[in-house]
């Protein structure tokens, strides 16, 4: 599946942005969906993942309760909406897929199939 994220930009602290990632498969219901950031010379980390119907989310202990992820499958397009933004959050911002078999645990580590490239989300202070 070829996923294109979009929506990234220059915020201020506090501000909200929402990211989305399309996704090109048919099977897009089939996989679940997480979202992953790389902040300035550091190391990718887990943001969220959904499951493949939308029914259960998982989020970082870093942005649970500022930000969601949701999924339109009719869309075959999968959102991070992110409020209260701080500067900690400046990072490129990926959308990822896995196939159907993949427990949270498999997810937060980042074994996902196929990743999308980042958009850059920017926050000033």
């Known amino acids: 599946v070829q996923l294109q994220a979009s929506g990234g930009g220059l915020v201020q602290t506090g501000d909200s942005l929402r990211l989305s990632c399309a996704a090109s498969?048919?099977?897009?219901?089939?996989?679940?969906m997480g979202w992953f950031r790389q902040p300035p010379r550091m190391e990718r980390e887990f943001v969220a993942a959904?499951?493949?119907?939308?029914?259960?989310?998982y989020y970082a202990d870093s942005v649970r309760g500022r930000i969601t992820i949701s999924r339109d499958n009719a869309k075959n397009t999968v959102y991070l909406q992110m409020n209260s933004l701080k500067p900690e959050d400046t990072a490129n911002y990926y959308c990822a897929a896995a196939s159907l078999g993949r427990g949270w645990d498999s997810l937060v580590a980042g074994d996902m199939d196929s990743w999308g490239k980042g958009t850059q989300v920017t926050v000033s202070s």
């Open positions: 498969a048919r099977t897009f219901s089939r996989y679940h």
């Open positions: 959904i499951t493949s119907s939308g029914r259960s989310t």
